[in-house]
């Protein structure tokens, strides 16, 4: 049954992905009459329709608590742990405004999948590379600044088995820079679903609980490493874990 499972959710993944190419350029060339505020929305509507149908094609369910504290207006830095590939489809279920993520930039080399990343507005982070990792974090910082809100993962990659990582500190700057709210967010189960290393997708179930938002007077008061420590230890209290002591200071390893 996983094995049926998984493909389904492949096949799908890869024909929605192929059909949205030319479909977010024909809203791009609709820019100047329907304005980019309505195209954004299009476009995330459409890719939202795809993560809730890959969800359901698991077979498992998403539970939210803290539903109340997703920002109905504004910009935000949504910070959520990482622990699969699907917490991304999870996240666009829970979060029905216009979102983009910081991923890894292997994500770019993936057939068609670098126009969605245009499209959506999305940034691309080299893992291991200074330099490179804080040019991301700059390019976040400007969306946030242009009204587009963003999802990042400071663990900088997957849990093994779910349990919290070490925090990149300076990754926070985005918000800090971009002078927004922060949103945290704890996923659990994510791992089950899909762990890391594996191909296949297994029929379990995902709790998602949001945070209280960090307001952006907060966020700007405080130094990355306060910053980070705060948000890691509201997101591993969610999830039932304990606290790690220190959090890393580079952007992402």
Known sequence: MKLIRTLAVYVYLGLVVICGVPYFNYLQKKKAQLGEQLVTEKIYAYARSMAKRIVALT?????????ENLPEEGVALYVANHQSYIDIPVLMSVIARPIGFVAKEEIGKIPFFKK???HMKCVLIARG???????????????????????LYPEGTRSVDGTLGEFKAG???????????IVPVAIDGAHDI????????????????????????QVQAMDSKELAAMVKSQIAQALGQSVPEKNGDELHG
């Open 194 to 217: 899909m762990p890391r290393g594996s191909f296949f997708m297994y029929k379990k179930n995902v709790t998602v609980t949001v945070l209280p938002p960090i307001l952006a007077e």
């Open 171 to 181: 990754s926070l700057k985005a918000a800090q820079k971009g002078k927004v709210m």
């Open 129 to 151: 590379d200074a330099r490179k990792a804080l040019t991301a974090i700059l390019q976040t910082a400007k969306l946030l600044q242009q009204g587009h809100s963003m999802v």
């Open 59 to 67: 077979g498992g369910k998403i539970t939210v608590h803290g539903a």
């Open 116 to 118: 969605w990343i245009v």
